[in-house]
């Protein structure tokens, strides 16, 4: 499959850059995006000469979420339309969970609503210290359902519910805090942090790091296909609601929604 929206590049070490590339669009998760991912995240799985793989993106922004033009589809669409392109949200952060190799998050920007989501399913996540972060689904009348499982096995419930609902931005050091992110990096020194998380699993034997990984989601919560029908079922009755169509076209109208005060 050729790719549009992603670019991989494989070293001789056998580790792989797979980096969102749509600079212009803050690599908004388009369906496009969302089915070139789950395409590479199954075929980095299974290629055995690839050892570690890091999520990167290009341009100013790691990652602005969902593309508001493909969700403002979706808020038009039949409901047999809009359960498709929610699964197809779903199995991508499914995919890219579930692939063997370890995933290594290079941040270099800011990441809202999805790309939060993209963060939760890396092993590891390297960010610099001025990137932001927000869960900002709740603004536009809709909720973060199909990245929700990740964030919350990452973050705990306790520490999601601290940015989960409230849509505000927060900062790298909170992301920590969160869980969200391992270590800070100033920008020039990004790379060489990302390196010395590569590095180790070049001495680990693969099918044994495949294994340990599999393990830690066996142990993990529980994220298999009742959950992720649950959060397709819950996304699917807010967008059926009144706020989101709403919320949306508040955005591209460029005025505040109805709720918003002031």
């Known amino acids: 499959m050729s790719y549009d929206t992603i670019r991989i590049e494989t070293d001789t070490r056998g580790v792989s850059a797979l980096t969102l590339a749509l600079p212009e669009k803050r690599n908004a998760l388009s369906e496009r995006m969302l089915e070139e991912l789950t395409d590479a995240a199954g075929a980095l799985s299974a290629d055995d000469e690839v050892r570690v793989v890091i999520l990167a993106a290009e341009g100013p922004a790691f990652c602005a979420g969902g593309d508001l033009g ?43 609503g999805g790309g939060v989501g ?6 590891v996540v390297v960010a610099v210290r001025e990137a932001k972060f927000g869960l900002t689904e709740t603004k536009l009348g809709l909720i973060p359902a199909t990245i929700g499982p990740y964030v919350l096995a ?72 009742a959950v992720i ?21 508040a955005f591209f109208d ?7 005060q002031g």
């Open 229 to 249: 029908d649950d959060t397709i079922d819950r996304l699917i009755a807010v967008w059926e609601g009144d706020e989101a169509p709403e919320g949306i076209a």
């Open 118 to 123: 993209m963060m939760s399913v890396c092993d």
């Open 154 to 225: 990452r973050m705990g419930e306790d520490k999601a519910r601290r940015v989960f609902m409230s849509g505000r931005i927060f900062g790298a050091e909170e992301a920590v805090t969160l869980n969200l992110v391992a270590r800070l990096a100033d920008p020039g020194d990004l790379d060489a942090l990302i390196a010395a998380e590569v590095a180790p699993y070049l001495d680990c034997a693969p099918s044994a790091v495949a294994e340990a990984k599999r393990l830690t989601r066996a142990l993990g919560p529980r994220i298999d296909e």
């Open 70 to 112: 493909w969700m403002r589809q979706q808020i038009d669409a039949d409901a047999a339309t809009r359960r498709a392109g929610a699964r197809k949200l779903a199995m991508m952060l499914h995919a890219m969970n579930t692939m063997t190799k370890p995933l290594i998050g290079r941040v270099h920007g800011n990441a809202f």
């Open 254 to 260: 460029k005025r505040k929604p109805r709720w918003q």
